[in-house]
């Protein structure tokens, strides 16, 4: 779809914390069809769940495409490499590179952060992968032949070293790249300015606001997010809140669009019950 100009729907769907998969299939099954692939996390937040690749497998037999997180904090290359490999194996066809979050900001605060690569490394281990070969030089028998996607800042300040940072990624092997929570186009236009043949490879994430509070603690507290004053003030308005913020999901949807990105990521943070309501149009 991105080769072809479509506009690609992307759905988060976090693995359980535990065993029981059925929530989180019966979400996605509910919008089989409608959402090209599922981004499945690698422990997102920090907070210890099934793994990515365990997620990944799941949904992909089931007939759902699946696109797997692959973290730098948790494994080493040896792990991650092997991880890989069975995930091709089992047929998941696209990985998504992350840094991952600070262990001290999860639910295990005693937990060390590996980090044996950084980011650039690891998309470089992958594109070497798909060259047939290890990060040790050694022929693999049998490649895997992923396509490979990461993260970029477009909301960054400083919009002129983010775009050289999303340069270093695609020269690494990285294909698209998915954004931080989008509320306002104008937030990312310093960035576009500086990569305007890049549009197509942008899938910015559209994150279903729950309240009022939610909206102001993310515009106070999460870099490179911005939500303006009167988008609050909206849902502040409302009648029925719930579904003032799923409109506003959907508006943003159509707008990335009609604008021309990629495709977006749907990220509804417990909420995948609500991702119906916010494809149906």
């Avoid at 942008?202 to 106070?220: E, F, H, N, Q």
């Avoid at 669009?257 to 943070?269: A, N, P, R, W």
Wanted: proline share 5%; glycine share 8%; charged share 25%.
């Amino acid at each position: 779809m991105l080769n072809q100009g479509k506009f690609a729907i992307l759905a988060e769907m976090e693995p359980p914390k535990g065993t029981d998969v059925s929530a989180m299939v019966a979400n996605a099954t509910r919008v089989k069809g409608k959402v090209d692939a599922f981004v499945v996390p690698e422990m997102s937040n920090a907070v210890m769940r099934m793994s990515a690749l365990g997620g990944a497998m799941i949904l992909q037999g089931k007939g759902m495409e699946a696109v797997m997180q692959v973290c730098c904090r948790d494994r080493n290359r040896l792990a991650i490499q092997a991880d890989l490999l069975a995930a091709a194996a089992c047929g998941i066809p696209s990985v998504m590179a992350v840094t991952g979050e600070d262990p001290k900001i999860g639910d295990h605060h005693e937990a060390r952060a590996v980090y044996d690569i950084h980011l650039t490394e690891l998309l470089e281990m992958i594109t070497g992968l798909r060259g047939g070969k290890d990060m040790a030089g050694i022929e693999l028998n049998g490649a895997p032949d992923f396509l490979i996607g990461s993260t970029v800042n477009a909301g960054s300040p400083s919009p002129e070293l983010e775009a050289e940072d999303m340069q270093r990624k695609m020269d690494a092997g990285a294909t698209f790249f998915i954004t931080p929570p989008l509320f306002d186009l104008s937030a990312i236009e310093p960035f576009l300015r500086r990569t305007p043949s890049h549009k197509g490879k942008l899938i910015p994430t559209v994150l279903l606001l729950k309240s009022v509070g939610m909206a102001r603690y993310m515009d106070r507290n999460l870099e490179n997010v911005h939500i303006h004053r009167e988008l609050i003030t909206r849902i502040q308005k409302a009648k029925d809140k719930v579904r003032e913020c799923a409109r506003i999901s959907t508006e943003m949807i159509a707008a990335l669009k009609k604008e021309g990105f990629g495709g977006v990521l749907i990220s509804t943070l417990g909420w995948e019950n609500k991702l119906l309501e916010l494809l149906k149009d």
